[in-house]
């Protein structure tokens, strides 16, 4: 089997802040209780890898990030890579808690630019995921906020100004045909796209992947990663005809690469790099054996 990596693939730059803020935090403040509101990174290693250092997490997909607040009495608390609502930041404050900030500097550009344009007098139509934590500190901005996750939700409505923009981890296919489909009902609406460089070109890279060259695609992530489940379904837009999504080496079957001669792997902006090192490894030793998952080489 000949296996290739996939580049570039795994941490983007916001995630790599994002963990080092939460180390250093830890070490500024060695005796202090730190939580996190929501998980820092979508990766379940990463938040149990947080555990160790005796970082919590407080996280419930149904309720908001200003709701979740309210599990923080005292003590420090981060803002995760995805940005926060403002109501969030003035609420933290409110309660005393010291804030860690290590929202991504590209979602805080797109949460300006929104802020801007609806100060401008525009609705917007934001392309993005429903109580995905990103996309709720935008959509929650204000009602003049219209979220798009389908062609269906390309509502009626009655404004001279709309400006039209996306969550940064979507897919580039999705985000084009999305935008075609506004253009087509409001030809006047100003088209901006807020894709990250770092989901841009990890999808890219895919997206140059030879359909017919590519047997499998292996992809490295956690099912609540927004960029993960979106580099999986470039890969499948692509024409790769088998594409196969893991967490880590445990769940990779060698079964489902039966036939396969020409195995490629990437993973998504999340992902810890030693889980795909992991799958690396599984793939390229003969024997296939499975090496156990340490904690301590997460972070
Ligand atoms: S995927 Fe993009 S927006 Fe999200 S943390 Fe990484 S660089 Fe920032």
Not at 264 to 281: D, E, F
Request: glycine share 4%.
């Amino acid at each position: 089997m000949n296996v290739f990596e996939v580049k570039p693939q795994g941490y983007c730059g916001g995630v790599r802040q994002a963990i080092q803020k939460a180390i250093d935090c830890r070490k500024a403040y060695p005796d202090q209780k730190i939580t996190v509101l929501g998980n820092l990174v979508h990766n379940q290693y990463v938040k149990k890898a947080l555990e160790q250092l005796d970082i919590q997490t407080v996280e419930n997909s149904q309720r908001t990030r200003l709701e979740l607040l309210d599990d923080i009495p005292e003590g420090i608390v981060i803002f995760t890579a995805h940005g926060v609502h403002p109501d969030v930041r003035t609420k933290a404050r409110d309660k005393g808690l010291i804030v860690v900030d290590a929202s991504c500097p590209f979602v805080v550009q797109t949460q300006a630019i929104v802020s801007q344009k609806l100060k401008e007098g525009y609705d917007v139509f934001y392309i993005g995921k429903y109580k995905h934590p990103e996309a709720e500190s935008i959509y929650l901005l204000s009602d003049h906020v219209h979220l798009i996750q389908s062609e269906k939700d390309i509502c009626d409505i009655k404004a001279d100004k709309i400006f039209v923009t996306n969550q940064t981890t979507m897919s580039i296919y999705e985000i084009d045909s999305l935008f075609r489909a506004i253009h087509a009902k409001y030809p006047n609406a100003q088209i901006h796209d807020e894709i990250c460089n770092a989901t841009r070109v990890r999808q890219q890279a895919v997206r140059n992947l030879d359909p017919n060259q590519i047997d499998a695609l292996i992809v490295v992530g956690d099912p609540s990663s927004n960029n993960t489940r979106k580099l999986a379904a470039t890969a499948w837009e692509s024409g790769i005809r088998t594409v196969i999504k893991v967490q880590n080496v445990q769940e990779l079957n060698i079964d489902d690469l039966k036939g396969a001669q020409n195995v490629a792997v990437t993973s998504g902006a999340s992902t810890p790099g030693y889980l795909t090192k992991q799958i690396l490894r599984f793939l390229t030793d003969d024997s296939h054996q499975k090496e156990e998952i340490c904690i301590d080489h997460i972070l």
